[in-house]
């Protein structure tokens, strides 16, 4: 393997078990080095950190695999997943869909793989994972006997690494339709076609959590409602009525499949912006004792954090307007870069200028498999709130 020399604070990166090093923590590496390339890591005085793959086209170029280990990537990968599919086994997880591979969450940085009742849909997002994607196949083949695979990888992810994509079957084959079911309600996945690798199995525990407090003659609100898991589950909770918004057509499309498939009758569908929805609904004087805001991320980087909140606070303060006393709201977001704590100042925010006081009834993360490395700070990306109106 080439050596790459790392920078004292590239070095005290890596013993804080960072799996990212970026380029100003990189004193030298070799100037013929591949895009995705094995590599050893070295301390500026010499000193084994690790093993890694380096791409100098990305901006992360170089992402630790093992730390104080000399190993190659081939055996880490044979090594690292099948321990993550005895980690899901041990998690008990109450679903045929979930997540087998979480990136740098099951120490696999640039490789996700997602579990759908025998099929599964990957996404091999860097340079590095590229060019072990025969021995990533060949272990997930040998240790999950899927009946199918399909590529999911991230364009806009894969562009970065300097990489072409193409979402395709790549082993077996995949139905139109795969039908999972979690805590009893049941979804339909359009692997072909849908979102990511397929579902939001991040929400899994948070769908039922919120689900819990419906009460008899609730009338609920589900935003950004994509395949529509929180209204659903609303619905088989007892809701008296489930009204969902979104503005894809696909959306709206999952969600008169998936309100078929759980025998959900009293719901109305909204295809169409949220932000002017809410006004709408306001005008109307439209009231609801559930409100769900569920919106893709708001902020994608640090810049983007500012206008990310401001799309928060008019969320939660319109929604406000919207509930009934004692209604509870459940807001999420999904962005490393907007934290729980920012959620909290918005929610604080919108209930003074709403004159309206709020209670925590409960804080929400991704589903356990979806591992957060307390090392890894961005692997906690996904938090939540649910809002009492008291």
């Not at 604070?9 to 094995?38: C, D, H, M, T």
């Not at 991040?202 to 819990?212: G, H, I, S, T, Y």
């Not at 999420?332 to 200028?353: G, N, T």
Request: glycine letters at 8%; hydrophobic letters at 35%.
């Amino acid at each position: 393997m080439k050596k790459v020399i790392l920078k004292k604070s590239g070095e005290r990166a890596v013993l804080s078990f960072s799996q990212w090093i970026y380029q100003n923590q990189i004193k030298k590496y070799p100037p013929n080095i591949q895009k995705g390339e094995a590599v050893e890591v070295y301390s500026p005085d010499g000193r084994f950190l690790g093993v890694g793959y380096f791409n100098p086209e990305s901006k992360i170029p170089l992402r630790i695999l093992s730390f104080f280990e000399k190993k190659s990537l081939e055996e880490i990968v044979k090594e690292r997943i099948p321990t993550a599919i005895q980690h899901r086994k041990e998690l008990n997880i109450n679903s045929n869909g979930y997540r087998v591979i979480h990136s740098e969450g099951d120490f696999l940085s640039g490789l996700v793989v997602d579990y759908y009742d025998g099929y599964l849909s990957i996404q091999i997002n860097t340079a590095g994972m590229e060019r072990l994607r025969e021995v990533i196949l060949n272990t997930l083949i040998k240790h999950l006997s899927p009946k199918g695979i399909i590529d999911k990888s991230d364009e806009k992810v894969r562009q970065k690494e300097g990489l072409p994509t193409e979402n395709k079957v790549i082993y077996g084959e995949i139905p139109d339709r795969v039908i999972i079911q979690e805590y009893g309600v049941k979804f339909a996945v359009h692997l072909k076609e849908g979102q990511k690798t397929g579902f939001f199995l991040d929400q899994r525990q948070n769908r039922k959590v919120v689900a819990n407090y419906i009460k008899e003659g609730f009338k609920v609100l589900d935003l950004f409602s994509n395949a529509g898991g929180f209204g659903i589950h609303a619905g088989k909770k007892g809701a008296s009525f489930v009204k969902f918004v979104d503005i894809s057509t696909t959306a709206v499309s999952q969600i008169k499949e998936n309100c078929k498939l759980n025998n959900i009758t009293n719901y109305q569908i909204v295809e169409g912006d949220v932000f002017d929805f809410l006004k709408e609904e306001r005008e109307k004087g439209e009231r609801y004792n559930l409100i769900v805001i569920d919106p893709p991320s708001f902020a994608k980087t640090h810049r983007e954090k500012e206008g990310g909140l401001r799309g928060f606070k008019y969320l939660i303060l319109n929604s406000i307007k919207l509930l009934e006393k004692k209604g509870y709201i459940a807001v999420f977001s999904c962005s490393y870069h907007i934290q729980q704590e920012d959620l909290i100042k918005v929610s604080i925010e919108a209930s003074k200028d709403t004159k309206t006081q709020l209670r925590i009834t409960e804080f929400m993360y991704q589903d356990k498999d979806h591992p957060v490395l307390l090392n890894m700070p961005n692997t906690l990306y996904l938090k939540g709130l649910l809002l009492e109106r008291v």
